[in-house]
């Protein structure tokens, strides 16, 4: 797992958050289960039962009405500034996990006092809704990308309602806790200065771990933050703009084997080395259905050499890849002309090789042996040595991507697996003597598929080449990698159902749009197997029933992109990476420091 892969992996701490209703239905629930348990604190002369429910009642106004008429209130709010679009059920979430930190900290001093047989009632209370302020506040500045004094005023809206519900129910129904009429501004007074002190501990938390992002990406990092959850929960492609300022443009390659029929090119099998990345639908996320989308004729796109230094940094620069092959089309020299597929095998790496007309298409998987993204420059070389020792005009690369587990690493200048795959391809027979072909295709989008299951929207694309009677499929899976083991398990289940494929390949296309908030990475057959093996066992036979002869062409075309390229892929990860290095020191240090401070002041 590269370091983009891992950040990204941060991802998995973004939660799917419930229904309005569901918070709702929790938030008045939990209310009352605070009073019940705070009921066990204070000794009375009521019946027990009376006094369970006379406390839950308390609770559920005190702490439930409040913090729903805080939640009704905060989306408004915050929508009404110029920051992210904020949702009725992310503010009524917010306010609810608020009000549970402040129940948490009220009911564990409750029990502690009540042990130790302190009246501490009311400073408690102040402390419980200090501490859920200032979170209320350090959320809607980091995510809603609104000014700090805007966060301070509507965060406070909960602490307010709650004294405030605790001020009237206390004079209603004589509630006694130290409370009189004459202590209720002294109440307020406390509450504002010991959250002026957790204010000042959130602002110069933020303020010190944003500003390695301001200096070195010319944005802050909370606009950052900001401008991921919002393509991560809403889909907004704002992120774009900003790696738009920070890309760098790069010259690639695509690999292009074209196959024509009587009435015209029937297919492309394509290998673009450009990393579908960095994540989601952002940059070139989608890239595999998005170009498949683009292209006039029926395209599989499977995974070129390329990591996230590759990646485009708007969705928009696909279409050069579209326009530079629908340029080249026209132009390809066809001819029926292909050898058998045959694998070379070295160490761990396997390349499948096949020839078609002038050109090559280059397999590599490490299977069952984990790996990640093989690097351009890798892939270059590799490419390079095919062509000299083949004499091959043009060589595809394919990175198989199809074997991932733990903290898989990728495939760098200096790795044993480089040497690998260059024996593996200095055994391919020079001249092998080529035949006619046929070609024949099927494809399933598998919409009923959610993409939390590992499937993106171009689901399983399956191409069968014929040669000599011998038949090869290459199953291709719009997914990001692949549980480890499952590529052969895959193989197994087409061996045994159709023991006429000669020989098999499972590839994916590493589309980022399957890793969602679900958690970092989401290995096709992580979530479901026998969906996708049923899939392609469907596939079969549609491909073989379209199998007819055609004519194959193969071209490698230059393509020059916008990508975030390897010196500011480098630039964002340090920069993130020591943001998180620092905010694990720093925020202990400051915050309790802030807490004890709050505490002598309070008690």
Not at 51 to 77: E, K
Not at 161 to 177: D, E, G, K, P, Y
Not at 237 to 252: I, P, S, W, Y
Not at 303 to 313: E, M
Request: glycine letters at 8%.
């Amino acid at each position: 797992m590269g370091s983009v892969d891992k950040l990204m992996d941060l991802s998995k701490y973004i939660l799917t958050l419930p229904s309005s209703k569901t918070s709702v239905f929790m938030t008045l629930v939990a209310s009352f289960i605070v009073g019940i348990i705070f009921s066990f604190t204070q000794p009375s002369n009521e019946l027990f039962i009376y006094n369970m429910l006379n406390f839950g009642v308390i609770t559920f106004f005190m702490l439930g009405l409040t913090t729903l008429s805080s939640g009704a209130l905060t989306q408004p709010l915050v929508n009404s500034l110029d920051g992210r679009h904020m949702k009725v059920k992310q503010s009524l979430f917010l306010s609810f996990f608020s009000m549970c930190l402040t129940s948490i900290i009220f009911l564990g001093g409750s029990i502690l006092f009540a042990i130790l047989h302190i009246n501490a009632f009311l400073n408690l209370l102040i402390l419980s809704v200090i501490v859920g302020f200032s979170f209320n506040a350090l959320v809607l500045w980091s995510t809603s990308n609104i000014r700090f004094l805007a966060a301070v005023i509507i965060g406070a809206i909960q602490p307010v309602l709650i004294l405030s519900m605790f001020v009237l129910i206390a004079s209603i129904i004589n509630f006694t806790v130290g409370l009189g009429p004459e202590n209720i501004v002294a109440m307020f007074l406390k509450a504002i200065i010991g959250s002026l002190v957790l204010v000042i501990a959130v602002y110069s938390f933020v303020t010190v771990i944003e500003s390695p992002a301001r200096s070195n990406l010319g944005v802050g990092g909370l606009e950052l933050l900001s401008l991921f959850i919002a393509h991560m929960t809403e889909g907004s492609f704002a992120m774009e703009t900003l790696f738009e300022n920070m890309g760098e443009e790069v010259n690639t390659l695509v690999g292009i084997t074209s196959f024509k029929n009587k009435n015209g090119i029937k297919a492309n099998f394509v290998s673009p080395c450009v990393h579908p990345g960095p994540v989601g639908e952002i940059g070139g996320g989608n890239l595999p259905t998005i170009l498949s989308n683009q292209a006039e004729y029926f395209t599989i796109v499977a995974h070129g050499a390329a990591t996230h230094d590759f990646n485009p940094v708007a969705s928009k620069e696909i279409k050069k890849i579209t326009d530079r092959i629908n340029e080249t089309l026209p132009n390809m020299n066809y001819e029926s002309s292909a050898s058998k597929f045959t694998r070379n095998i070295s160490g761990d790496a396997k390349v499948g090789i096949q020839h078609f007309n002038n050109g090559m298409i280059l397999l590599s998987t490490f299977s069952p042996v984990p790996a990640d993204d093989i690097e351009f420059g890798v892939g270059l070389a590799l490419m390079y040595a095919a062509r000299t020792h083949t004499n091959a005009d043009n060589v595809s690369i394919v990175d198989c991507h199809n074997c991932l587990y733990g903290d898989t690493g990728r495939i760098l200048a200096g790795h044993k697996e480089i040497f690998e795959l260059e024996d593996a391809i200095s055994s391919i027979e020079e001249n092998p003597k080529r035949y006619p072909l046929k070609m024949g295709y099927a494809y399933d989008p598998m919409d009923e598929i959610k993409k939390e299951q590992g499937i993106g929207p171009s689901g399983t694309k399956i191409m069968i080449i014929e040669v000599d009677n011998q038949k090869t499929a290459y199953v291709v899976i719009d997914g990001n990698n692949m549980q480890q083991g499952f590529r052969e398990t895959i193989i197994d289940n087409i061996n045994k159902n159709y023991p006429e494929i000669d020989m098999i390949e499972v590839m994916t296309t590493d589309t980022h749009t399957v890793n969602t908030i679900a958690g970092g990475h989401n290995p096709v057959g992580l979530v479901i197997q026998d969906e996708i093996i049923d899939t392609i066992i469907k596939l079969i036979p549609i491909a073989l029933n379209d199998l007819e002869e055609v004519s194959v062409a193969s071209e490698s075309i230059r393509v020059k992109l916008n990508t975030l390229g390897p010196n500011h892929s480098t630039e964002l990860v340090t920069t993130i990476s020591s943001i998180i290095s620092v905010s694990k020191i720093l925020a202990p240090l400051i915050f309790i420091v802030a807490i004890i401070t709050l505490i002598l002041w309070i008690f």
